[in-house]
């Protein structure tokens, strides 16, 4: 993906991907940048941080919906967490970093959007 260096929001290209990925943060950054952003670098990085908080959301509820696969939920989450800020650190420095099931879905989801 080709990397310009101006975006709709004035932000730098590599920040605005970085603050998809931001914990806590990142989910509203990510749709906002996702709906008001021509860069297709950051409307990337914004789809595979959406992707990323819903798998996590869903592999949440379906760990909590036993008891003993619940107490998997914090590794889930402090995982999810390492991977975001790796990530957003990645994103700032300028390179794009595909998870591997999760990017594929990203790619497909932009081009439809």
């Known amino acids: ?63 909590g919906a036993t008891l003993i696969l619940a107490l998997a939920i914090p590794l889930v989450n402090v995982a999810v967490l390492v991977i975001s800020l790796v990530l957003a650190v990645k994103s700032y420095q300028g390179d794009t970093v595909r998870l591997p099931v999760l990017g594929a879905w990203a790619d497909k989801i932009i081009k439809k959007v």
């Open 1 to 63: 993906m080709a990397v310009k260096n101006v975006t709709s929001t004035n932000l730098a290209p590599n920040l605005a991907s970085a603050l998809c990925y931001v914990p806590v943060v990142g989910f509203v950054a990510a749709i906002v940048l996702l709906i008001i952003e021509k860069n297709s670098t950051v409307r990337w990085n914004a789809m595979q941080s959406l992707i990323l908080g819903l798998a996590t959301i869903v592999v949440d509820m379906i760990l």
